[in-house]
């Protein structure tokens, strides 16, 4: 069943969406919280080994997201936006409920990795769904609604595990995506797509988009806007404890959780904020244009906020989280940039090679810190210019798609 486009931006499309995104974060979160309890669970105390594993799962779910991120946007575009989409919820959630019976690492591995596939395709075909069932003048309403609920799932994900040991925090994440399965009755495919279904059209071609110079500049520029998002999440969130004691001598102990609390708490504000800019100042590049300036304002104060309270570190990472808000913006962007036969393809991966991009962020950042001996405030702060000099390149290269209409299709 397929229906008109709609302005409303809280149709049952939007609602799944949001909600299935809330549940993906909280998955993509969870493991970082009960990383050390889990291993612990497992016979695994040497502190050494604890953060060594710990590294190795989280790179099996990042090779899920990478692996499915390719998967569920080609399937997206041959097989349709609807059937995905639930797919992803099936699996993440499954393997979600699937990690809370782990007995052993080597079923841990395969169960990270899993789960990295499912939760690879939640947000991109969500984004590609919500952009081609409602109207161009409201979709942007739409997409801020879904990134602005679905980061608010990294809160849930501490709770949780605060009140609750880790075998039950997965299995309250698997619980919650298999709910929502009993809402796809209500939920219909995208018109855009049933109408290309019956045309002649090659659909989800990835490779299309290393062959062709505009297609794949496009589609480097997108990746590179984002990128900045998991440059804060990786490395000056992630590390907030060791800068705070080490480089900039704040007043007190930082706690990591803590920091990734606020953090998304000020990214899940900030994705409403920035979304609704978006559609007030109708241009999609003067909102990314606006975040990455606040952003890097708000990055100046984290590394110059030496001798500061706890209090005021935490404020700084916060509006960090505010300016970071631009990922719903970012996706939208990535979304209107390609046709209706690529458009679920590059939706979904953008995104997960976005996070994959921290992998090398991170070892650029080792290898300054420690190879080159320039300590970790110079290896912070180069990394930053060379992610925040790349975004802004790639911003000024991007056209403008806030007037688009997504209603058409890409020479393959």
């Known amino acids: 069943m397929t229906h008109a486009a709609t302005k409303n931006p809280f149709n049952i499309i939007v609602i799944v969406a949001a909600l299935g995104y809330f549940v993906d974060i909280y998955d993509l979160i969870l493991f970082s919280i009960v990383r050390i309890p889990s291993l612990k669970g497992l016979g695994i105390t040497d502190n050494d080994s604890i953060k060594n594993i710990g590294i190795?799962?989280?790179?099996?779910q990042m090779l899920g997201m990478l692996t499915g991120g390719i998967i569920w946007g080609i399937?997206?575009?041959?097989?349709?936006r609807l059937s995905v989409l639930f797919l992803t919820i099936l699996l993440y959630s499954l393997a979600n409920i699937a990690n809370g019976f782990v007995q052993t690492l080597p079923q841990y591995y395969i169960l990270r990795f899993l789960a990295g596939v499912?939760?690879?395709?939640?947000?991109?075909?969500?984004?590609?769904?919500?952009?081609?069932?409602?109207?161009?003048?409201?979709?942007?309403?739409?997409?801020?609604?879904?990134?602005?609920?679905?980061?608010a799932g990294a809160v849930l994900g501490f709770l949780v595990a605060d009140l609750f040991d880790w075998r039950a925090a997965y299995f309250v994440g698997g619980a919650l995506g298999l709910l929502l399965l009993i809402l796809r009755v209500s939920v219909y495919e995208s018109g855009m797509f049933s109408?290309?279904?019956?045309?002649?059209?090659?659909?989800?071609?990835?490779?299309?988009?290393?062959?062709?110079?505009?297609?794949?500049?496009?589609?480097?520029?997108?990746?590179?806007?984002?990128?900045?998002?998991?440059?804060?999440?990786?490395?000056l969130v992630t590390f907030s404890p060791e800068f705070a004691r080490k480089v900039l001598h704040v007043q007190g102990e930082i706690n990591a959780g803590k920091s990734v609390m606020y953090h998304y708490i000020g990214a899940s504000v900030g994705s409403f904020?920035?979304?609704?800019?978006?559609?007030?100042?109708?241009?999609?590049?003067?909102?990314?244009?606006?975040?990455?300036?606040?952003?890097l304002v708000f990055i100046v104060a984290y590394f110059c906020s030496f001798g500061a309270t706890t209090a005021f570190f935490y404020s700084i990472i916060f509006v960090l989280g505010l300016a970071q808000g631009y990922w719903a913006v970012f996706i939208t962007t990535a979304s209107e940039q390609f046709g209706t036969n690529l458009r679920a393809t590059v939706t979904t991966t953008a995104p997960n090679f976005v996070r994959g991009s921290t992998v090398l962020m991170t070892s650029l950042y080792g290898l300054i810190e420690t190879w080159?001996?320039?300590?970790?405030?110079?290896?912070?702060?180069?990394?930053?210019?060379?992610?925040?000099?790349?975004?802004?390149?790639?911003?000024?290269?991007?056209?403008?798609?806030?007037?688009?209409?997504?209603?058409?299709?890409?020479?393959?």
């Open 372 to 412: 080159m001996n320039l300590g970790m405030l110079a290896a912070g702060v180069i990394v930053g210019i060379i992610v925040l000099s790349l975004s802004f390149f790639a911003l000024f290269h991007l056209e403008e798609t806030y007037h688009k209409d997504l209603d058409y299709t890409e020479v393959i």
């Open 118 to 151: 499912g939760l690879a395709g939640e947000l991109g075909i969500g984004i590609t769904l919500v952009s081609e069932v409602m109207t161009k003048e409201t979709r942007g309403y739409g997409t801020t609604i879904v990134s602005g609920i679905g980061i």
């Open 56 to 60: 190795a799962l989280l790179n099996m």
């Open 273 to 295: 904020l920035l979304g609704i800019l978006s559609q007030y100042l109708r241009s999609r590049k003067k909102s990314l244009g606006a975040a990455l300036s606040a952003l």
């Open 195 to 235: 109408k290309l279904k019956h045309e002649p059209v090659k659909r989800g071609d990835f490779l299309s988009l290393f062959r062709n110079k505009r297609k794949f500049l496009k589609y480097i520029y997108c990746i590179l806007i984002g990128v900045p998002v998991w440059y804060v999440i990786g490395i």
């Open 75 to 80: 399937l997206g575009d041959k097989k349709g």
